[in-house]
């Protein structure tokens, strides 16, 4: 049995623990020794109230035992008193008690406080009642093997015949079904119908020659079902009454029959101190949890949440307590997580196996559970608070819902990475060139200029129009192309002007 807290993990860290996630385990709860009933009490009887409170009618002291819900044994919460043979106890959902008394013709009623009221309703001289039933309107049924009749008792105490049986029939046990239908099992191997108008059926059903039933249990559907004491089986019928089949069980020594309200069997093996469970048209599982050290279990009752109480027989009779339906035991899931974080928690269970898992309500989008193990896991998806539930299941319904909370906050922003700022590399200033000026020639009217006659002197030589060379000097200088030269080359050509012109003054 797994009753560990819910384990919530950063997924590395679950992964650290082997690499993987398990499945989920898990077993019904069980009490194998709830309270011990004193040497010689011979249960014959046994019934739970609405709190869990157990009592046994015990025909060897004739008295009834209360256990409590935490295993507290009031080995006598009530005497019935000689001669009384009480053999049957019902319970209502408050703890109030009613007992069939065989010796006496009576029904007694016990209150929640323990006081007694020995005839609450007397059934007639002889009636020998066996059987006892408690209706939901809190109307009592007995099966009276004295007189084959079903009497009434009103929730005041008021007594009626309900239905006459056939003479012998000897009715020794009786089971309410749908509809308000009363069925009876009788010594004579047969099944008695009453409708809720009083209708009789005598014989609605037959058993087979030899059957020795020890009780009668009906489904919601209507089918029957006897426990043979010597050792066929069960044997089941349809809602018609026709023979449908034996069930076969592991051994032939037998307690009693019991069945839930899904309509799964239980049955008490003496012969292997067990409790045995017939899924509702499924195969025989000869025992619903192992129970240390067992008991020669006869006495049976199932409550409507699934929980199962046997009793011993013979010595010190011992009371066991198994719980059969799905009950989520971690710790419930409270998490505050961010947009994309990564979540795994497991969610795990008691119960019959095997058990699913599921979640129900606002369940975050990116978070989801394993239905096999129990994982919850993801990376929520959206920011925002949200309640759900885990719920487990199995053969015998829906666990009571754990909530869970979940917090996820928006995604943290990326830190933005700082930029470096280069340093500047120092650069060697370019020296300055000092432009060189430039010499413009001016020139200095003279006689080369428009000098006369053939033979004049010429800036550049001689020539038959020697008087051109020196207006020819004259008008390079004047022609500005020295701003279209370099600077140095137009020095140098104003220089190489004046120094001609310097000498053509000198011949002179």
């Known amino acids: 049995m797994r009753l560990s807290r819910l384990t919530v993990l950063p997924l590395a860290a679950a992964l650290a623990f082997g690499g993987c996630l398990a ?12 309270a011990t009933l004193p040497a010689g009490s011979l249960p014959t009887s046994v019934t739970v109230d609405g709190a869990g409170n157990v009592y046994t009618v015990n025909s060897g002291s004739n008295t009834i035992s209360k256990v409590a819900s935490d295993g507290t044994l009031t080995a006598t919460w009530a005497t019935a008193g000689v ?67 079903i009497s009434a008792v009103s929730p005041s105490g008021t007594v009626s015949v309900f239905a006459t049986l056939a003479t012998g029939s000897a009715p020794f046990d009786v089971v309410l079904g749908s509809g308000g239908a009363v069925y009876t099992l009788n010594q004579d191997l047969t099944v008695s119908k009453v409708t809720a108008a009083g209708a009789v059926t005598a014989a609605f059903a037959t058993l087979r020659p030899g059957t020795e039933g020890t009780n009668l249990v009906v489904a919601t559907d209507g089918r029957l079902f006897v426990l043979d004491a010597n050792g066929s089986g069960v044997e089941e019928f349809a809602a018609s009454g026709a023979f449908v089949r034996t069930i076969a069980l592991p051994t032939a020594t037998v307690g009693r029959i019991a069945i839930d309200d899904a309509n799964n069997l239980f049955v008490t093996l003496r012969g292997t101190k067990a409790v045995a469970l017939i899924p509702d048209g499924g195969a025989v599982v000869p025992s619903i949890a192992a129970l240390t050290p067992g008991a020669d279990y006869s006495e049976l009752a199932v409550t409507t949440d699934h929980t199962v109480y046997a009793v011993g027989r013979s010595g010190s009779p011992i009371v066991s307590r198994v719980a059969l339906r799905a009950k989520v035991t971690s710790a419930p899931v409270n998490a505050t997580l961010k947009v994309g974080d990564a979540f795994t928690a497991t969610a795990t269970a008691s119960g019959y196996e095997p058990l699913s898992f599921t979640l129900a309500g606002a369940v975050p989008p990116g978070i989801s559970i394993n239905s096999t193990t129990g994982v919850i896991s993801g990376a929520p998806t959206t920011a925002a ?17 754990q909530e869970a909370t979940m917090t996820v906050t928006p995604a943290a922003l990326p830190t933005p990475t700082p930029t470096s700022t280069p340093t500047p590399t120092p650069t060697t200033p370019r020296p300055t060139t000092t432009p060189v000026p430039t010499v413009t020639a001016t020139p200095t009217p003279g006689t080369g200029v428009n000098g006369a006659g053939g033979g004049g002197p010429s800036t550049n030589g001689s020539g038959s129009n020697g008087g051109n060379g020196a207006a020819a000097s004259g ?34």
């Open 83 to 149: 001669g009384t043979a009480t053999r049957e106890v019902v319970s209502s959902t408050d703890g109030t008690l009613f007992t069939a008394n065989f010796g006496t013709g009576t029904v007694s009623k016990i209150a929640p406080s323990g006081m007694l009221t020995a005839s609450y309703a007397s059934l007639g001289t002889g009636t020998r009642p066996a059987g006892l039933a408690l209706a939901s309107d809190g109307t009592l049924f007995t099966a009276n093997s004295g007189t084959s009749t």
């Open 475 to 508: 008008s390079l200088a004047n022609t500005g192309m020295s701003a279209l030269l370099p600077a140095g080359l137009a020095f140098v050509i104003a220089a190489a002007g004046s120094a001609a012109f310097v000498a053509a003054r000198r011949r002179v």
């Open 385 to 401: 608070s949200y309640t759900f539930s885990v719920v487990a299941k199995n053969l015998f319904g829906l666990s009571s819902t």
């Open 23 to 34: 499945a989920a385990s898990a077993a019904p709860q069980v009490t194998n020794v709830l």
